[in-house]
T-cell receptor, first 115, second 110 residues
Framework: ETGVTQTPRHLVMGMTNKKSLKCEQH?????MYWYKQSAKKPLELMFV???????ENNSVPSRFSPECPNSSHLFLHLHTLQPEDSALYLC??????????????FGPGTRLTVL | RKEVEQDPGPFNVPEGATVAFNCTYS??????FFWYRQDCRKEPKLLMS???SGNEDGRFTAQLNRASQYISLLIRDSKLSDSATYLC???????????FGAGTRLFVKA
């Protein structure tokens, strides 16, 4: 299944590094999402973009910076992360533009480890 | 109170068993409800949406009780391949804010 792809699949970085996570959706969807999934915790919504405009920002620390250059691509720029930021970062997309009723399609995630 | 709460699990059941998962939500204005399935080290995938009238898809039945703010998922005739974590998801009015429960782990054993 290649509807939503994410790269890299695994990333190890030091606290002073700068890295970026990439997500691409091939489904023609209008909305894209970043989620954080930590061990034994619910998925946490981080950012939502609809038609390349950020529509949701869940009080995420500024060391996480999203970018949506077009409706098919979504980036998450990382800098000066902390060890507690280690988690699985999931990207998702959905067809709609203004509703929370759509099915979300997830990518395989990037497993991030911050040393 | 958590916005979406699920049975903590894990549920360990034999093949062929019937198992039910419960989920409660705190926002009475919530408008959309889903069950997602997440296999070990995989991404979540939609299992089924939950409608006010209830809905069934093969061995899976979902129910919604708005008065009690309660959602359920019933799995009949469990298969080994049903082993996964089941996530209750609630969407609030308007916008894109969907809240995921922590999930309930199911193990189906031969």
């Amino acid at each position: 299944e290649t509807g939503v792809t994410q790269t890299p699949r695994h990333l190890v970085m030091g606290m002073t590094n700068k890295k970026s996570l990439k997500c691409e959706q091939h489904l023609g969807h209008n909305a894209m999402y970043w989620y954080k999934q930590s061990a034994k915790k619910p998925l946490e919504l981080m950012f939502v973009y609809s038609l390349e405009e950020r529509v949701e920002n869940n009080s995420v620390p500024s060391r996480f910076s999203p970018e949506c250059p077009n409706s098919s691509h979504l980036f998450l720029h990382l800098h000066t992360l902390q060890p507690e930021d280690s988690a699985l970062y999931l990207c998702a997309s959905s067809p709609g533009t203004s509703t929370s009723t759509d099915t979300q399609y997830f990518g395989p995630g990037t497993r991030l480890t911050v040393l | 109170r958590k916005e979406v709460e699920q049975d903590p699990g894990p549920f360990n059941v034999p093949e062929g068993a019937t198992v039910a998962f419960n989920c409660t939500y705190s926002n009475s204005a919530s408008q959309s409800f889903f069950w997602y399935r997440q296999d070990c080290r995989k991404e979540p995938k939609l299992l089924m949406s939950v409608y006010s009238s209830g809905n069934e898809d093969g061995r899976f039945t979902a129910q919604l009780n708005r008065a009690s703010q309660y959602i359920s998922l019933l799995i009949r005739d469990s298969k080994l391949s049903d082993s996964a974590t089941y996530l209750c998801v609630v969407g609030n009015t308007g916008g894109f804010k969907t809240i995921f429960g922590a999930g309930t782990r199911l193990f189906v054993k031969a």
